[in-house]
């Protein structure tokens, strides 16, 4: 049984989140959707909305599980018995961040692999941050996000 963790903040799960999850699925026995605590970022949606909300959007499958974690991503996957951290990558201005990120994460925990999924070119320009200044603007992003997401969106932002 190899477990494999995807970690992130999902403020909120886009379907570019979703096209990553898919396709881990394929790499991976069982992923676990880790969703987390920030303090130092307030988030738009508190992390069990998060976690509510990827639950609401993913199909019910007995490989996933969705939770939320704070501390060390490492030791959290420790503790799940993952052998690898997922990250989708979507440009190479994500580089940076994510290789430092993977570099820090692989000298902690040397035997945690990270594995990173090239983003599928529709969803390369797509992120949380986005998907949340258009929202506010009162631009559509239904095309962008879960059907769960854009009513919780609604509710949030008002419109
Ligand atoms: O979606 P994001 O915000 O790019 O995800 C970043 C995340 C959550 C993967 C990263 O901040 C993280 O792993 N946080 C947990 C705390 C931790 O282990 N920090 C050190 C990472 S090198």
Redesign the pocket.
């Known amino acids: 049984m190899i477990t494999a963790i995807y970690?992130?903040?999902?403020?909120p799960v886009t379907n570019g989140h979703l096209d990553v999850v898919g396709r881990a699925l394929k790499l991976f026995d069982r992923l676990i959707i880790?969703?987390?605590?920030?303090s130092e970022?307030q988030g738009l949606f508190a992390p069990q909305e998060r976690v509510e909300l990827i639950r609401r959007s993913i199909e019910d499958s007995s490989k996933i599980e969705v939770v939320a974690?704070?501390?060390?991503?490492?030791?959290?996957a420790a503790n799940c018995g993952a052998v690898a951290?997922v990250?989708g990558l979507r440009a190479v201005t994500d580089f940076e961040?994510?290789f430092?990120?993977?570099?820090?994460?692989k000298t902690?925990s040397p035997g945690l692999e990270t594995v990173f999924l090239a983003s599928r070119e529709a969803y390369t320009y797509l992120s949380?941050r986005v998907i949340k200044e258009v929202a506010r603007l009162g631009g559509d992003v239904s095309k962008m996000i879960p059907p769960a997401v854009v009513q919780a969106l609604r509710e949030k932002l008002g419109g």
Do not use: C, T, W
């Open positions: 970690p992130g903040s999902f403020d880790a969703v987390a605590h920030n970022k974690f704070d501390g060390l991503l490492v030791d959290f951290i990250r961040y994510e430092q990120m993977a570099l820090m994460n902690l949380s």
